[in-house]
């Protein structure tokens, strides 16, 4: 037996020594990934990129690299979001805003050398109209693939079916594809779109570099990018590094093998905000967090009772759970929408008033329970329902917090019978145009998540619509200062709060440049560069 | 053995077809629209249903369910309505990083576990045994997830011993796919910094998910030791004086390893199916992201793609098992 045990101690001597051996190879990077081209910045990231396809897919993560590897017409940035010539070095449009034209630059090439030219932007926005998928909704209700012409191999024009203001705010996220390399490409009649999935075929700054899936995708720097370089230096490349895991993150950010990450918590992002080499960039974003009430069934059908609810809602609560970074919603557009206006009568907590709208529903002395549905597993939704609960008591409403998964959310929300009283909802608009906020609100955006208030007013729908069709922006102001103060009257949902858009960062990376107008995590990766030492 | 072997090949598809059909049931009765949410949030209702004939969606389910066992036959397990990959690529790739990390796991499990199980078996209630219950405790009761955070945090932050996460580094170029197994493709290929860089990154995923595993390992084979020690045959063959290793491993061994024989097959193919929250922890690119991102958003040929495959992997493996039963136990074998 002690023959025994004694082997038994040889085989931990052995694993230890095993441990020590494994241990010795392990090659932790103190700073940013060295390459014989240059640093390669690491970003990482939750949320992976299945399809690169710029006509089928975009959400934060696909879309920032879209933008590293293909161009649009025209770019938003800045903050205030601004839209910036791209390969449309000007444009012009007629008087009522139905025919736009685009003169483009003439020094644009797509990776493999070709031209960009006007007829690619016809090929592109063609596919992606025929394709219908991704950003297509967008324009389809007023651009028809005929409606598009080229002028000469540098100017474009569209025509469009209806006047339609907003046109110029959606082009950002119209990529401008190769022709040749797409459909050199093509399988059965599908316009590229199997290989498109992992393939680019842009001008942008960037090349494909690795794209492992589940893994990293990789982004090498064109030096000879048409458009140039912001600064005097920029990295070799950047690597997308999937990180599930927000401590993983957060451990990678420490440990310098990632040089900037997204998605952390409040608390994190605080704690790391802190720590020596790291800083924290800290924007007010153009995400509205409502709790979006059913205004056609049941309780929260009645305005009064909404009214009621929106009045006793703590809204300090909310900037509480997000420690302080995030800002009250003072009107249903964003700051960082244009026409945004201020609104003085927005509810705050009043439990007085809040009193008295009850009394004025035909709920007066409550009794009622009302369902809160957030997404499973997001704290600070699940914080939002416990508030809810604790101020709607003296209203005598009870409220049931129900957990759920995103699918199945929004199959709740898809129709009106089944849409909760009261659902947790964050909305990003696409656009800083006013409509893309407005149409949230009209009786086309019914079914859709931001959409479960199943809001029914005709006059403003009527508005929204006419304001669109307006191409004066003098004549559209006004019209959507009596959107917001209407969709304000109507109490569709708790207009609640804008929590701050947050990366960490260290502080060898330089040129980060916000814009409101980027989802969740998107980064605009052309302006990253690496600070001398 | 041809006819044993054969009889259970028969009943492996009859088993597959079952768990198929229960699969789709289950994934086409949950609520929710898979072409609406890969359609977009902002989508139109035409571009909804524009996806859901492309998928099929739109056809009836007896119709959706015949197209897809057709489609199996021919080597087809459809495309991802979220990603419009082809399942079957898309599994190849996820596939062999989820099979890498857990036969290592399972290797670690098997090779300390049986050596802790006799140990413990032969010193029982010692200082050893003690030692190895607090072990096989440990490993059931703490959680895989949390235990995959706390090691990479000590060993990975704290003393940079290994690397926080992957499956290789970030600079590292994979092997030239043979297998797809890093370790072994890169051992084939003579690719030594590789295999150091692999096995760096493999090291604490296998730990963490080896430990629910090494801890019923110990307490079975443990069990298993003392009552085949107990037994008649091994107090005879040291009363004819064989060496204590001899009795132990070549008797006592051989006989207690039927039921953690049987353990370990169904342990492999848990960890097959089980491997989402070590994979989330590390990022290492395996099947269960794959399928828990699939299962959230609906996309009903992924689910099933894994399902088969899981299905697949878990019924070999417990036929090999049973095969090694009927190598260890001859009275387990058929007569000729």
Request: glycine share 8%.
């Amino acid at each position: 037996m002690t023959r025994m045990l004694r082997s038994g101690g040889r085989l931990a001597a052995a694993l230890a020594l095993g441990t020590l051996v494994g241990a010795t190879l392990a090659q932790p990077a103190p700073a940013f990934e060295k390459t014989s081209d240059g640093p390669v910045l690491v970003f990482g990231g939750r949320q992976p990129v299945p399809n690169l396809d710029p006509s089928q897919k975009y959400d934060w993560s696909t879309r920032m690299l879209q933008q590293s590897l293909y161009d649009a017409l025209v770019k938003y940035e800045g903050d205030p979001a601004e839209i910036e010539p791209w390969l449309a070095k000007s444009w012009e449009k007629n008087g009522d805003a139905t025919v736009w034209t685009f003169h483009l630059v003439d020094n644009a090439k797509f990776a493999n050398g070709d031209p960009v030219d006007a007829a690619a932007v016809k090929f592109s926005f063609e596919r992606t109209l025929k394709i219908n998928k991704g950003p297509a909704w967008m324009l389809s209700s007023v651009l028809a693939p005929d409606g598009i012409a080229v002028v000469d191999p540098h100017t474009l024009r569209f025509t469009l079916k209806q006047p339609y203001a907003p046109f110029l705010a959606f082009l950002p996220w119209w990529y401008v594809m190769d022709p040749k390399e797409v459909m050199a490409h093509e399988k059965d009649g599908d316009l590229g779109q199997a290989w498109m999935t992992e393939h680019a075929a842009g001008s942008g700054p960037f090349k494909q570099g690795r794209w492992e899936q589940g893994t990293l995708y990789q982004l090498i720097a064109k030096n000879d990018y048409w458009k140039g370089w912001p600064h005097k230096t920029h990295p070799a490349g950047i690597i997308y590094k999937l990180m599930r895991e927000a401590s993983s993150q957060r451990a990678a950010l420490i440990a310098g093998q990632a040089d900037i990450v997204e998605g952390l918590s409040s608390e994190d992002f605080d704690v790391v905000g802190k720590m020596p080499g790291i800083a924290v960039e800290d924007h007010g974003g153009m995400t509205t967090f409502g709790i979006k009430f059913n205004t056609q069934v049941g309780p929260t059908a009645d305005l009064n009772l909404r009214k009621a609810i929106a009045y006793a809602f703590d809204y300090k609560a909310l900037l509480q759970i997000y420690n302080g970074a995030a800002k009250l919603e003072d009107s249903p557009f964003p700051p960082a929408i244009k026409g945004h206006v201020t609104l003085p009568d927005m509810p705050r907590q009043d439990l007085a008033k809040a009193k008295e709208y009850l009394a004025k529903s035909a709920y007066a002395k409550g009794g009622i329970e009302l369902e809160y549905v957030y997404v499973q597993g997001l704290e600070e939704e699940r914080k939002i329902g416990l508030v809810l609960i604790d101020n709607l008591k003296p209203l005598g409403i009870t409220v049931k917090l129900v957990p759920l998964t995103w699918p199945n959310m929004t199959a709740r929300a898809e129709k009106v019978e089944t849409a909760p009283a009261m659902i947790a909802i964050f909305a990003t608009p696409v656009a800083t145009d006013p409509d893309a906020v407005a149409f949230q609100y009209h009786k086309a955006s019914w079914g859709k998540y931001y959409g479960s208030h199943y809001l029914k007013d005709p006059e403003l729908d009527a508005l929204i619509e006419k304001a669109r069709a307006t191409a004066d922006w003098d004549k559209r102001a006004p019209l959507y200062l009596e959107i917001q103060k209407r969709i304000l009257a109507d109490q569709p949902e708790v207009f609640g709060m804008l929590a701050n858009r947050r990366w960490a960062r260290r502080d060898w990376v330089e040129g980060f440049k916000f814009s409101p107008v980027n989802f969740t995590g998107e980064t605009d990766l052309y302006q990253l560069t690496v600070a001398p030492k | 053995m041809a006819r044993f072997v054969g009889r259970r090949l028969v009943f492996l598809v009859a088993m597959l077809l079952g768990l198929l059909l229960l699969t789709f049931a289950i994934s086409h009765v949950a609520p929710g629209d898979p072409a609406s949410l890969a359609a977009g949030p902002d989508a139109t209702p035409e571009m909804v249903e524009q996806i859901r004939q492309e998928y099929g969606l739109d056809r009836p389910l007896p119709v959706q369910l015949g197209r897809y066992l057709l489609g199996i036959l021919q080597g087809d397990l459809g495309r991802s309505v979220r990603t419009n990959h082809d399942v079957l690529a898309d599994l190849a790739d996820f596939f062999p990083a989820t099979f890498e990390l857990v036969t290592v796991s399972i290797l670690i499990a098997v090779l300390l576990g049986i050596p802790l199980g006799v140990l413990s078996a032969l010193g029982r209630n010692g200082w050893f045994d003690q030692l190895a219950r607090v072990v096989s405790v440990s490993g059931v009761a703490i959680p895989m997830f949390w235990l995959g955070l706390m090691l990479q945090l000590l060993v990975a932050l704290d003393l940079g011993w290994l690397p926080l996460g992957g499956r290789l580094g970030l600079m590292s170029t994979p092997p030239e796919p043979i297998t797809h197994l890093y370790l072994l493709d890169s051992l084939l290929q003579g690719q030594w910094q590789v295999f150091g860089d692999a096995a760096a990154h493999l090291l604490l995923p296998a730990l963490a998910l080896c430990f629910p595993a090494l801890a019923s390992i110990i307490r079975v084979n443990r069990a298993e030791m003392i009552e085949a020690l107990g037994q008649d045959y091994i107090v005879t063959a040291r009363a004819h004086g064989l060496g204590g290793f001899r009795t132990v491993c070549l008797y006592a061994l051989k006989n207690a390893m039927l039921p953690t024989l049987a353990m370990i097959g169904l342990r492999f193919g848990w960890m097959l199916g089980g491997t989402v929250l070590v994979e989330s922890v590390f990022d290492w690119p395996g099947i269960g992201l794959y399928a828990t991102q699939s299962a959230i958003a609906q996309d009903f040929q992924p689910i099933m793609g894994v399902t088969l495959l899981i299905g697949i992997s878990f019924m070999l493996a417990n036929l090999l098992v049973d095969l090694a039963y009927v190598w260890l136990d001859p009275r387990t074998r058929e007569p000729a």
